[in-house]
């Protein structure tokens, strides 16, 4: 009889949680539902009202395509727009380089130093926009800098550095280390190697961290609203300055431009990352971390 009870009493402990977790599934569903619905569904208002032929951007009249004209002919719009993929394509260029020089160079010091580059990699990454944008502002302005271009570009580049850096290391973790060897056993020089072994290998991590730097800067509003000057208003800047005076359907237009080119760089270098950086242990974490800043950019 013990041995009987013994099975029906586990059982039933076991049941216990099983019940308690069906009973809260479906309300935890419906809660992330109403999160999803919160976040994404004024982003769909703003796309859908883009297409109003109507100059109100409560009142639905009819499908059109004229405030898409209307913002494309505009010269501050435009100006705007010059400036922020000015920005975004040297801060780009300029982080893929500092950022994978920084993976590689972390794969080759002691682990005390990498741990401590790790630390500054994470804060960067993990600390509030505003507090770098303030922090940099602080350091123009005690340096007798003029604000413009310059100190937008700098200040996005340290921000998106340590993003390059992570996504590159992710990648870096994950391959033979015997190629190099081999390498250098064949008489090949350090650069020869990096040339022609380790940059190759690399190439679709710093394609994946290079678009997400390009998209992290363009639009960027925090960082830019802080280090800009008078005659460095970035396309975000031009939307915050244009909500001032009310809004219209060519706010929309141009907001959803942008949604479009954002989504399309952080999708294609998350799907770089999935299709060339699967696996376990350290890389899939340093993955994870970065698709992670990813997501929480995009949202």
């Not at 801060?91 to 893929?96: E, F, M, R, Y």
């Not at 005690?142 to 340590?162: A, K, R």
């Not at 290998?201 to 960082?223: H, K």
Request: charged share 15%; with cysteine; aromatic share 10%.
């Amino acid at each position: 009889m013990a041995t009987i009870a013994r099975p029906l009493a586990a059982s039933r402990i076991k049941a216990g949680p099983d019940r308690i977790a069906a009973l809260f599934e479906p309300a935890l569903r419906s809660w992330a539902a109403l999160v999803y619905a919160f976040l994404f569904l004024p982003i769909a208002i703003v796309v859908f009202f883009s297409f109003n032929a109507s100059r109100l951007v409560e009142v639905w009249t009819g499908f059109s395509f004229k405030w898409y004209g209307t913002a494309w002919t505009d010269p501050a719009i435009l100006d705007a727009l010059r400036v922020s993929l000015t920005v975004a394509l040297v801060n780009a260029v300029l982080a893929t380089v500092f950022g994978t020089l920084a993976a590689i160079g972390m794969q080759r010091v002691g682990r005390r130093t990498r741990t401590a580059f790790e630390v500054l990699v994470y804060g960067t990454i993990v600390t509030p926009e505003i507090v770098i944008a303030i922090a940099s502002l602080l350091f123009f302005v005690t340096i007798n800098v003029d604000l413009g271009i310059p100190t937008i570009v700098i200040t996005h580049v340290v921000y998106n550095t340590s993003i390059v850096a992570l996504i590159v290391r992710a990648r870096l973790v994950g391959m033979d280390r015997t190629l190099d060897e081999a390498a250098a056993d064949l008489g090949a020089t350090p650069l020869e190697t990096l040339r022609r072994i380790t940059i190759p290998l690399l190439y679709p991590a710093i394609l994946a961290g290079g678009l997400l730097a390009f998209t992290f800067s363009f639009d960027d509003f925090v960082l830019t609203f802080f280090v800009s000057g008078a005659s460095s208003t970035t396309l975000p800047l031009r939307i915050f300055s244009m909500l001032r005076f009310g809004i219209s359907p060519v706010v929309n237009a141009v907001a959803t431009v942008m949604l479009v080119v954002t989504l399309t760089c952080i999708f294609t270098a998350s799907l770089i990352v999935r299709r060339h950086g699967r696996g376990g242990g350290e890389s899939g974490l340093l993955l994870a971390a970065a698709r992670s800043a990813a997501e929480h950019r995009a949202a």
